[in-house]
C-alpha cells in the first residue's frame, strides 16, 4: 500500500509540474504581446488633472451664539453617520474649591439615568439610532459625545441634552462611579507604560497647588470622599449655558441649531429643583508657573512580568514653560516638538531605524543604557508645559537627567534647512491625517470654538507652520529656558540629582556636577 501510495503522488507531481509548466508558456506569450510602459502615459489616454488644495471647496465650519449664551458649532462632511457632542469649559483645573476627582467622577457616570430616562431606557434609545457615546475629561474640558445616523440626529441632541443638564446622579450610580475609579486607578499603577504618571506629576510640579498643576486624576483618598452634594455643586457651578459649545460633524448647520434651541435652551437641569449650595463661583483665576520637582520614589521591581521579566526602570521628565495655544510660538513648539520626537528604545532592526528625529539620533542611537526618551508639548488657554520624558536603569538615572539637559540646551542653536523642513513636513502630515477622522474634526471644531470662539481651517494652520523659521525657534527656545525648571521622577530614585543641582548646570556650564565613575560617557 505504501509503494501504492508512493507512486501515486509521483504521477501526481509530474502532472501538475507539466501544469505549471504550459501555465507560464501561456503567460509569457499573453504578456509578450503588451507593450505598456509605465514611464509614459498611455496612448489616447487624456492628461491627468492634479488637484490642489487651493481647487477645493473645503468645509466651512459655521458658529451660531444662542440667546442664552450657548455655542453653536457644525461642519458638514460626506458619510451616513453623523458626532454631535457638548464641550463644557470645565475639568480638573476648576476644582480649587471642590474635592479634587469631580470631573473624573463625572466622566465615568455620563450617559446614567436622568430626569426622563432610566439608564436602560437611555442605552435602549441611543442603540435605536445605532449610536456611540463617550464621556471624556481633561484639565480644561469635559466632552460629552454621540455618533449616530445622520438621519437620526434630532432625537440625538434630545439625549445630549438630557446626558448634559438632567442626570439624576444617584447613590447607586455614585457607588458604581466609585468602583470604575478606583480600578482605573489600579490600572494606571500597574500599566508599564509611565507616561500618564509623569504627565501628571510634572504637572503638579510645575504649575504648584494652582489651576493646571490640581490633580487629573482622583486622588485614591478621595475615591470614598466625594458625595453626590459635592457633585451637584459643581455641576450647577460650570455646567451653565456660558461655558457650554454644543457641536456637530455631518449635519446641516441651521437645522442643528434649531435642535440645539429646542433642547438645550428653556429647560430646567435636574439640579435647578434640588437644595444645591450657592456659595461657588466659577474660578477665574489664571494659571501661574512655578517650577519645581515632585517625585514618587517607589520599588518598581513589582513590574516585571512571571515570563521574559522586563529591566526595572526609573523615570524623569524634564520640563519648562512654553506658551498657550493663543500665542503665535504655538506653532514653533508644534515643530519643535516634531522635530525632537522620540519614542522608544526597541524596534526590528535596532534603536530608531529610518527615524530622523534629535532623540532617536542623538540620543537612542547614541546610548544604549536609554529606553526611552519623548518630548511632549501640552498647550493650554493661558499657558503651557514642553518636556522631555526619560527611562533608564536606576543606576543610569543622573546620566538620563543630564542627556537631558543637553539637548534642552542644544534647541538654542541654529537648525539645519533639512532637520526643520522635515520637522514642519511631519506635523502637517499628522494633522491632516487625523483630521481624516470623524471624531477628530468634531474634538478640533469644539475645542477651537469653546477657546477662542472660532475654529481655524486645516489650510491656515498648514501656512502658519509652513511660516515657522529657525531662528522663531530659537527665539521661542531662549524664552522657555529662561523659566524654572520642572522635574517628576518616579521609581528607584537614588542617583536622581536634586532641582538645585539640575537649576545650577542649566544656568552654568550645562554639566551636572560629576559623581566619579560614569562621567565619560559625555566626554
Not at 369 to 389: E, I, P, R
Amino acid at each position: 500500500e505504501a509503494r501504492v501510495f508512493v507512486a501515486a503522488m509521483a504521477a501526481l507531481t509530474c502532472r501538475f509540474s507539466l501544469l505549471l509548466r504550459r501555465f507560464a508558456v501561456a503567460l509569457q506569450r499573453s504578456s509578450s504581446s503588451i507593450s505598456c510602459s509605465m514611464d509614459k502615459p498611455l496612448p489616447g489616454a487624456p492628461s491627468p488633472r492634479h488637484v490642489r488644495i487651493e481647487d477645493l471647496p473645503g468645509q466651512q465650519t459655521k458658529v451660531t451664539t444662542l440667546e442664552n449664551g450657548i455655542k453653536v458649532a457644525s461642519e458638514d462632511c460626506y458619510g451616513q453617520y453623523c458626532t454631535v457632542g457638548a464641550l463644557l469649559d470645565a475639568g480638573s483645573r476648576y476644582e480649587v474649591d471642590f474635592p479634587s476627582g469631580i470631573s473624573h467622577f463625572l466622566s465615568k457616570m455620563a450617559f446614567q439615568s436622568t430626569t426622563g430616562y432610566t439608564y436602560d431606557a437611555l442605552a435602549q434609545e441611543i442603540e435605536r439610532h445605532g449610536g456611540m457615546v463617550d464621556c471624556q475629561y481633561h484639565r480644561d474640558t469635559i466632552m460629552y459625545g454621540i455618533t449616530a445616523y445622520r438621519s437620526d440626529c434630532s432625537p440625538v441632541v434630545k439625549l445630549l441634552s438630557e446626558a448634559v443638564f438632567r442626570p439624576v446622579v444617584s447613590d447607586e450610580e455614585i457607588l458604581a462611579a466609585r468602583e470604575r475609579v478606583a480600578f482605573e486607578l489600579e490600572d494606571v499603577e500597574l500599566r508599564l507604560d509611565p507616561e500618564p504618571i509623569l504627565t501628571e506629576l510634572i504637572h503638579v510640579a510645575a504649575f504648584r497647588d494652582n489651576t493646571l498643576g490640581l490633580p487629573k486624576l482622583c486622588p485614591a483618598g478621595n475615591v470614598s470622599n466625594i458625595s453626590r452634594q459635592d457633585l451637584l455643586d459643581y455641576l450647577c457651578c460650570y455646567y451653565t449655558p456660558s461655558r457650554l459649545t454644543v457641536c456637530g460633524v455631518g449635519i446641516d448647520h441651521d437645522s442643528f441649531v434649531e435642535m440645539v434651541r429646542d433642547n438645550f435652551t428653556d429647560t430646567k437641569t435636574s439640579w435647578s429643583n434640588t437644595e444645591v449650595s450657592a456659595k461657588f463661583s466659577p474660578d477665574t483665576s489664571i494659571s501661574q508657573y512655578t517650577g519645581g520637582m515632585e517625585t514618587n520614589d517607589r520599588d518598581m521591581s513589582s513590574h516585571k512580568l512571571v515570563v521574559n521579566p522586563l529591566p526595572e526602570l526609573a523615570h524623569v521628565a524634564l520640563g519648562f514653560e512654553s506658551c498657550s495655544f493663543t500665542e503665535p510660538d504655538f506653532f514653533s513648539f508644534a515643530v519643535l516638538n516634531s522635530l525632537l520626537g522620540g519614542g522608544g528604545s526597541f524596534s526590528a532592526g535596532g534603536p530608531g531605524k529610518g527615524m530622523y528625529s534629535r532623540l532617536y539620533l542623538d540620543v537612542l542611537n547614541r546610548y544604549s543604557w536609554v529606553q526611552n526618551a519623548t518630548a511632549y508639548n501640552h498647550a493650554y488657554s493661558d499657558s503651557g508645559l514642553f518636556c522631555m520624558y526619560g527611562s533608564s536603569a536606576p543606576s543610569d538615572l543622573r546620566e538620563l537627567v543630564q542627556v537631558l539637559i543637553t539637548q534642552f540646551l542644544r534647541l538654542t542653536e541654529s537648525y539645519g534647512e533639512v532637520e526643520l523642513s522635515r520637522a514642519k513636513e511631519q506635523v502637517k502630515s499628522m494633522l491632516m491625517m487625523n483630521l481624516e477622522s470623524r471624531n477628530i474634526v468634531f474634538e478640533d471644531v469644539g475645542r477651537q470654538v469653546l477657546a477662542t470662539g472660532y475654529r481655524q481651517s486645516p489650510q491656515e494652520l498648514c501656512t502658519k507652520i509652513d511660516a515657522v523659521s529657525g531662528h522663531q525657534l530659537q527665539d521661542a527656545c531662549e524664552r522657555m529656558l529662561k523659566s524654572p525648571p520642572s522635574v517628576a521622577a518616579f521609581g528607584n530614585l537614588r542617583f536622581l540629582p536634586s532641582i538645585r543641582e539640575i537649576s545650577s548646570a542649566l544656568a552654568g556650564s550645562g554639566r551636572l556636577q560629576s559623581e566619579g565613575k560614569r562621567v565619560w560617557r559625555f566626554k
